[in-house]
Structures are given as C-alpha cells and as structure tokens.
C-alpha cells in the first residue's frame, strides 16, 4: 500500500506503534495487545437478555509482564493522535493504571494520571518500561523494600488456570 491513509488501524499498530513501544525496550512478553477487561454489559430487553460490546484496550504495558503500567490506544491516520485518548484515559481509570496513551502512528498524546499532565511527543521518544515504573514509585513515594514486595509474584501466577479479573488485581494490588 502506497498511500498511508488508507492503512487500517491494524496497519498502523504493526507498522508505527508497536515498532515504537518495542523500540523504547518493551520486551514482548511486557505488552499485551488486544486486551480485553469486560465481558461486556449484559442488556436486558423484555425476555431477551444479551451481552453489549466487550471493552478491550489495544494495548497494556506490563512492568516485569506483571504489573500493569499503562494503555495505548491506536487510531488510524486520518484521525488526529489525540482522538483515542479519551477512550485510553476510560479504560486506564477503570484498570486503576497511571499511564493512557493515545497514538495515530505520526506521534503519540501521553495522559499522566499521577500529575493530570497531557503531553505530545514523537514516535521515537515512548517512554521505557524503567521511566513509567520510576514515575510510578516516585509519584507514590516507594521505598526499595516496597517496591520488592509489589513486584513479587502473586499467587495466581504459580497457578496458570487462576487469573484474576481486572477488579480481582486491583484489589489485590491495593492490599499490598
């Protein structure tokens, strides 16, 4: 394909974004792409129940591929980089992550829950694993002790057919 703006959000996410986010050192056993949270709304009309949409973030970024850091959300060319940073910044409130990213493959919009600060910046400067963990435990005033025990694995990762839902981790997460 010789015109960009015809790629498809897929495209770019192979293209541009996901180059990008392993280019900044994320290992591809710390991304988790299409992820999907919900199962989806069950609607109820009359007799019929079903379920809505299933929301699913393009990506996750895992510290260590365990602690959840942050969402990126990937839109097409056409559309401006800033236009999936709402929906990023939904689903980072809802998995409780510090970290929303939107992009269109040309440049990427950051939303830092830890200060409220938005920035913009190029494709070639998505922040490591090793910055987002330091903001992290920096905005949370983490000592090195702490920041042992939350990274130590948890139950469910010895037990491979228990994963915890993303309320389940939050919870869990919270505890320690």
Not at 7 to 33: C, F, N, Q, V
Not at 46 to 61: C, F, N, S
Not at 66 to 94: C, N, W
Request: aromatic share 12%; net charge neutral; charged share 35%.
């Amino acid at each position: 394909m010789s015109n960009k703006e015809n790629l498809s959000e897929e495209d770019i996410k192979l293209r541009y974004i996901t180059p990008a986010i392993e280019r900044a050192g994320w290992g591809k056993e710390h991304i988790r792409m299409e992820y999907f949270f919900t199962e989806g709304q069950i609607l109820v009309k009359g007799k019929i129940v079903e379920r809505g949409k299933k929301k699913k973030a393009d990506y996750l970024l895992r510290k260590d591929g365990k602690f959840p850091l942050a969402v990126v959300e990937a839109k097409k060319l056409e559309y401006t980089a800033d236009s999936g940073l709402q929906q990023a910044m939904d689903y980072a409130k809802i998995l409780h992550l510090p970290f929303a990213y939107s992009s269109n493959g040309r440049k990427f919009i950051e939303h830092d829950f830890l200060t409220g600060a938005e920035r913009e910046f190029p494709m070639s400067e998505f922040p490591t694993e090793e910055e987002l963990w330091e903001r992290y435990c920096a905005s949370k005033k983490f000592l090195p002790t702490q920041e042992k025990i939350i990274l130590t694995p948890d139950y469910y990762d010895t037990v491979k057919e228990i994963t915890p839902r993303y309320y389940q981790r939050i919870a869990i997460d919270s505890v320690i």
